[in-house]
């Protein structure tokens, strides 16, 4: 026997709760249907090693949580009452060089440039102008992330005078508008060289723009360098307990809202009736359950158009769009292979005069900026790279909940291809170790204690990392964050609006705008979509509204102008 709801969902990472919580606060019924035998997503907390390592846990994806706190979705959502409590981490980030200098940020700018100046008075000064032009930016950039990208009355919404006042900044006059506009589509490896000399800055910058999935001398990612402006303004956190608090507190907000969660329900197919109409989905195991509104996919495009729309269904009322999405979407053979380990003590980089403080941060293995680059194109050409840049984190320096007492646990990233095409060994299952090994000695260089500190490990490789969390080509952002796929072009820009030509079908999760990351963005702006579709923008309370927003941006610009405001 079927059941109906207003609206299903498909995965319960955060994206799709989140979307789940606005719809059902709204006053819809909601179900959430998720393939694994736990909510989470990319974004779970797991005793990945019950037998090796017990009471040992893991944050088997996510892990730094910056986004969330550009955007309004901890505080609409109330989720500290959910059990939710964020831990801030001061420093932010640790990059030893093998020079003997280093790299250590502080959430405080001045107390990092302190730090600088001990190896480069010069670059000190730079990095002030450099922290403020780009935190500049993303407060900007934030107003788009938090609205629908082709919504201008959204993203007006989120204008205020602090970022009318740092967008008058940036312009700066039409010379300040095309520098930005160029700083905007170079690389942030030209952007780094623009402003700093010394390769001990260089380089983690360069790594941590690197995070977007794509080598720091890829054109139109400068928005990269704002990873490291982010560390200072919001700052970077993480839950309580792990990054699974987040969605667990999402579960219980979700179970108060009446919403039904289902676990272990993979979706076969969603249905379409002869109307064009998504009207419901049939899971794996025959279970049927139907929905008056829509359905929400928190999947990526390209694999709902492939695998859970039926061919004839998406030719019939959406033609094209499977094949644009086959041959448009691009993923550039970059993934993640990922490294859990339990410790006896955390690691420790005594060349560097260490502190166990250093580590409560992450902490970034990038030798120069040629050696991420190197890092990042290997696996663009199928190699596994021989020199690994990393990126770590000890989690239980900040929480110490995540291990037993005394004990630590440790997080490593490294970059790897999705399919090898280059060198003898190209099966993950046979070499996944191996290149294991490698990243661990390459750390192990600079931390001495490290392989006699490991009690246990475990080493997922980006084909396990795919099965595991339905992700494209093990790409955990759905699809590459470069300029041609972001903003109001993804995944299409006939896609971009969160809707698709199928009607009450939706899309939210990362491969939506604003993109990868913990955020809840793209679940907030998908819920907003259909709450607005479902309501007249001709009443005249919303119309007003939106008239009165755009009228006093345009007063505050005319008056940053000059302009005699009396005359508007």
């Known amino acids: 026997m079927s059941q109906t709801f207003d609206f299903i969902l498909i995965g319960a990472g955060h994206n799709g709760m989140t979307c789940a919580a606005y719809l059902a606060k709204a006053g819809y019924s909601c179900l959430v249907l998720e393939r694994r035998n736990k909510i989470g997503g990319c974004a779970t907390t797991e005793e990945a090693m019950p037998e090796a390592a017990p009471g040992f846990k893991f944050n088997l994806c996510a892990i730094d949580h910056e986004f969330i706190h550009l955007g309004p979705v901890l505080r609409e959502l109330k989720l500290e009452h959910y059990g939710l409590e964020y831990l801030w981490c001061d420093p932010t980030v640790f990059c030893p060089h093998p020079d003997g200098s280093f790299f250590l940020a502080w959430q405080d700018v001045e107390r990092t440039c302190k730090e600088i100046?001990?190896?480069?008075?010069?670059?000190?000064?730079?990095?002030?102008?450099?922290?403020?032009?780009?935190?500049?930016?993303?407060?900007?950039?934030?107003?788009?992330?938090?609205?629908?990208?082709?919504?201008?009355?959204?993203?007006?919404?989120?204008?205020?005078?602090?970022?009318?006042?740092?967008?008058?900044?940036?312009?700066?006059?039409?010379?300040?508008?095309?520098?930005?506009?160029?700083?905007?589509?170079?690389?942030?490896?030209?952007?780094?060289?623009?402003?700093?000399?010394?390769?001990?800055?260089?380089?983690?910058?360069?790594?941590?723009?690197?995070e977007l999935g794509a080598p720091p001398s890829e054109k139109g990612i400068a928005f990269g360098v704002t990873m490291l402006a982010m560390r200072h303004g919001p700052g970077m956190s993480r839950p309580r307990g792990g990054t699974g608090m987040l969605t667990q507190a999402l579960g219980a907000l979700l179970t108060n809202l009446g919403v039904e969660i289902l676990t272990d329900a993979p979706v076969a197919r969603i249905l379409v009736d002869n109307t064009g109409r998504a009207v419901g989905v049939r899971t794996q195991a025959g279970q049927e359950y139907q929905c008056k509104m829509g359905v929400i996919s928190n999947l990526d495009a390209v694999q709902l158009f492939n695998k859970l729309l039926d061919p004839a269904d998406a030719e019939a009322w959406a033609e094209g769009v499977t094949g644009r999405l086959n041959r448009t979407v691009v993923n550039n053979n970059e993934s993640v292979m990922k490294i859990d380990c339990a410790l006896s003590e955390p690691p420790r980089f005594s060349a560097w005069g260490h502190q166990d403080d250093w580590l409560i941060g992450s902490l970034l293995i990038a030798d120069s900026v040629e050696h991420v680059e190197r890092a990042h194109q290997e696996p663009l050409q199928g190699k596994i790279p021989d020199d690994p840049s990393l990126y770590v984190v000890v989690p239980t320096v900040l929480d110490p909940s995540m291990a037993p007492p005394g004990k630590h646990t440790l997080w490593i990233e490294f970059f790897a291809p999705w399919e090898i095409t280059q060198g003898s060994d190209r099966d993950w299952g046979l070499i996944k170790e191996k290149i294991a090994d490698r990243c661990i000695d390459k750390l192990a260089g600079y931390c001495p204690n490290l392989k006699s500190s490991i009690i246990a490990r475990r080493v997922e490789s980006p084909v396990e990392l795919a099965a595991r969390t339905a992700t494209l080509k093990g790409n955990f952002y759905h699809m590459d964050m470069t300029v041609e796929q972001m903003l109001f072009f993804r995944p299409l820009p006939e896609l971009a609006n969160y809707k698709t030509s199928i009607t009450g079908l939706y899309l939210t999760g990362a491969g939506t705008h604003p993109g990868g990351s913990i955020s809840g963005m793209p679940g907030r702006n998908c819920a907003h979509a259909i709450l607005r579709e479902h309501r007249s923008f001709t009443r005249p309370r919303i119309v007003h509204k939106v008239g009165k927003r755009v009228k006093n941006f345009a007063m505050q610009a005319a008056f940053r102008a000059g302009v005699d405001v009396n005359n508007i």
């Open 117 to 210: 100046e001990r190896f480069s008075p010069r670059d000190a000064v730079a990095y002030r102008d450099f922290i403020s032009y780009w935190q500049r930016a993303m407060r900007l950039f934030a107003t788009t992330f938090n609205a629908a990208p082709q919504s201008i009355p959204g993203i007006l919404r989120n204008f205020n005078p602090t970022v009318i006042n740092d967008l008058f900044d940036l312009a700066d006059g039409p010379t300040g508008i095309l520098e930005f506009a160029r700083r905007m589509v170079t690389s942030p490896q030209n952007l780094i060289n623009e402003w700093f000399d010394a390769e001990f800055i260089k380089a983690p910058i360069a790594r941590l723009a690197a």
